[in-house]
């Protein structure tokens, strides 16, 4: 299993895998996505100089964009989903829960909490298909999705080009990001959650 990645992080293949993953962890939030943006940039990080096999600055690109084709295809699905999309939806509780505590969280901090949930476990697709079910406008959506995609794919990158960098060791450099990147979702998942000063200060 090792030598299979290890294989795969120095062949141009590593582009499809986590293009491939983050398009569509979108619908199926247990993909690592992020756990192969992070192997492949410490691979990057211990490749030498350019040209290498994963560069650094390709997987940033590719990251981003995967992020926000994946969002604006369950946007889509969404927008013109119905019933049969609402029973899949509901089937998860998981995903029921997150939808009803990120639906609210949104209505109270507009586009800047879409930033905040792409770091949230499921909270790519609440926000995606969330958007798409209540009719927002791709121009109301797709700039914050931007936004978030960029933010996340540059964090994650960084987290596995500086800490093998800084580290020396890629296996220890990746594990080092690995929990900088649960840690970060595990604080944007607390802030989400958290009710809003005025709500708090009633209760």
Do not use: C, N
Not at 64 to 82: E, K
Not at 147 to 155: D, F, Q, S
């Amino acid at each position: 299993m090792v030598e299979t990645l290890g294989s795969l992080t120095s062949s141009p293949w590593i582009y499809v895998v986590v293009a491939v993953s983050i398009l569509l962890d979108v619908f199926l939030p247990v993909l690592p996505s992020g756990v192969l943006v992070i192997t492949a940039a410490a691979a990057a990080a211990a490749a030498g100089p350019p040209p290498r096999v994963p560069d650094i600055m390709a997987l940033l690109v590719i990251a981003t964009t995967a992020s926000v084709l994946g969002d604006m295809a369950a946007y889509r699905l969404a927008r013109r989903g119905g019933a049969r999309l609402d029973r899949a939806i509901a089937r998860s509780r998981r995903l029921t829960l997150a939808h009803e505590r990120l639906g609210a969280a949104l209505a109270r901090g507009g586009g800047g909490l879409v930033v905040l949930a792409r770091f949230a476990p499921a909270g790519r697709s609440v926000v995606s298909l969330g958007a798409g079910k209540t009719q927002r406008k791709v121009k109301e959506f797709l700039p914050w999705s931007v936004l978030a995609g960029m933010t996340w794919a540059g964090y994650s990158v960084a987290l596995g080009y500086f800490g093998t960098q800084w580290l020396g060791t890629t296996w220890l450099g990746s594990a080092i990001s690995l929990i900088a990147l649960f840690a970060a979702g595990s604080l944007a998942a607390f802030l989400i959650r958290r009710p809003p000063p005025a709500t708090a200060a009633a209760t």
